[in-house]
């Protein structure tokens, strides 16, 4: 079945470091989301890329999903304390719109 | 407006008895999902549904039933409940193509 990776899976950075996490897919994707997760919260849905090599940003936060519809990453410059949790990227296959694959995450931590 | 609601919050229940776990959407959307997450495993899909009247099997379905007679609920039952079940339950559900929307989830321990 699709397989959805993402590395890595946990991030330790000083305050104003970037950060960047890295999700692959086993097969073509018709569009990928991102989420953000707080600690004893739910997914929060970021953004949604749906076109080969498009970018996207978010103050801080940029999207890009690539060329070949398999590979997607979101970077943030200069972290702040705020972005402290994990994010998942879910992908969602053109041969099944009914549902989207969810990668482990990548948990963050920012130390002041 | 009041988005996903999941009932109940907390649960603790004993290896072998049975629950429901019911998820209400209040936005008209078709697709509803129910998800598990352990630690360092993610969101795996235990079942999903894309209209009233229908479900599907995600990842992990064993162990698990669900139901789906009126569009704004989404029932997930446990007929006989196991340790390894234990673990926080994220109803979400969504319209066409746009993202899921989660639920608070429900952090069930089984003894």
């Known amino acids: 079945g699709q397989q959805v990776m993402q590395i890595p899976q946990y991030q330790h950075v000083q305050e104003g470091e970037d950060f960047t996490t890295y999700c692959n897919s086993s097969?073509?994707?018709?569009?990928i989301q991102w989420y953000k997760q707080r600690p004893g919260g739910h997914p929060v849905f970021l953004i949604q890329?749906?076109?080969?090599?498009e970018v996207k940003k978010q103050k801080r936060l940029t999207f890009q999903f690539g060329e070949a519809k398999k590979n997607s990453s979101l970077h943030i410059t200069a972290t702040q304390t705020t972005d402290v949790g994990t994010y998942f990227c879910?992908?969602?296959?053109?041969?099944?719109?009914?549902?989207?694959?969810f990668g482990d995450g990548t948990t963050l931590t920012v130390k002041p | 407006n009041a988005g996903v609601t999941q009932t109940p919050k907390f649960r603790v229940l004993k290896t072998g008895q049975s629950m429901t776990l019911l998820c209400a959407q209040d936005?008209?959307?078709?697709?509803m999902y129910w998800y598990r997450q352990d630690p360092g495993m993610g969101l795996r899909l235990i079942h999903y549904?894309?209209?009233?009247?229908?479900?599907a099997k995600g990842e992990v379905p064993d162990g698990y039933n669900v139901s789906r007679l009126k569009k704004q609920n989404f029932l997930l039952g446990l007929e006989s409940a196991a340790p390894s079940q234990t673990s926080v339950y994220f109803c979400?559900?969504?319209?066409?193509?746009?993202?899921?929307?989660f639920g608070d989830g429900t952090r069930l321990s089984i003894l």
């Open positions: 879910a992908g969602r296959m053109n041969t099944n719109a009914g549902k989207s694959t």
């Open positions: 936005m008209n959307h078709e697709y």
């Open positions: 890329l749906v076109k080969s090599g």
């Open positions: 549904s894309v209209g009233e009247g229908t479900t």
């Open positions: 979400a559900s969504r319209d066409g193509n746009q993202p899921q929307h």
């Open positions: 097969t073509t994707l018709s569009n």
